[in-house]
């Protein structure tokens, strides 16, 4: 299987590693450039946002959920560091001119263990946040203490460390779609997309 990302429309081999194409779908190039670029203005947006919580006085830093969604964002966007130039793209998504990147490729085994961990822990750090505020509005609860601070981070980092842990384990992460590396078709309904939902259905009702 030629991989994705080794054919190009120029004729100088020295310029086929700087300026590839999509074989497939050469005219989403752009489109998957532009989300690559709006994924890393994302991602320092929120280490500005991060650190910009941890600079406020300690009485200003009343919201913990806030710090640790701002860090599952920037795993989650800081993802399309892995593709953001031609080099660096086809290092991440091919294992060499022939095949496509698969979990013997640590940089695409990593782009998918950001992927998992930072799209689980994104949507369980906004439901800690819905479920806070519905304790204070509704219950008159203003909670606090280091027991409930304990099982937020078991919930929302444990949650998606495990199934971050599993995904590299399982050695099926290999190049999806697009520009992005992820487990395959037959784990990522198991690792992703239907234990987010089960997790954050609560939160919809």
Not at 19 to 30: D, H, M
Not at 46 to 62: F, H, K
Not at 171 to 196: D, F, H, M, Q, S
């Amino acid at each position: 299987m030629l991989c994705s990302m080794s054919v190009s429309r120029y004729s100088d081999p020295s310029s086929d590693k700087a300026n590839r194409s999509e074989v497939l779908y050469p005219s989403y190039g752009p489109k998957f450039q532009v989300a690559d670029i709006l994924n890393v203005v994302s991602c320092i947006l929120c280490v500005i946002l991060l650190v910009t919580y941890l600079l406020l006085p300690t009485s200003s830093q009343a919201n913990y959920p806030k710090v640790c969604l701002a860090i599952a964002l920037i795993m989650l966007n800081g993802a399309g560091f892995f593709t953001l130039t031609g080099p660096i793209r086809h290092d991440t998504l091919c294992n060499d001119s022939l095949s496509s990147a698969n979990y013997t490729n640590w940089r695409c085994a990593w782009q998918s263990f950001f992927v998992v961990v930072g799209a689980h822990a994104a949507a369980l750090w906004v439901s800690v946040r819905v479920y806070t505020l519905f304790a204070l509005v509704v219950m008159g609860k203003t909670g606090g203490g280091w027991k409930l601070f304990v099982a937020e981070n078991l919930f929302a980092w444990g949650i998606p460390l495990v199934f971050g842990i599993t995904t590299l384990a399982s050695k099926e992460t290999r190049y999806l779609y697009g520009r992005w590396c992820g487990p395959n078709l037959n784990l990522a309904p198991a690792v992703l997309y239907y234990p987010i939902i089960v997790l954050t259905y609560p939160r919809g009702c």
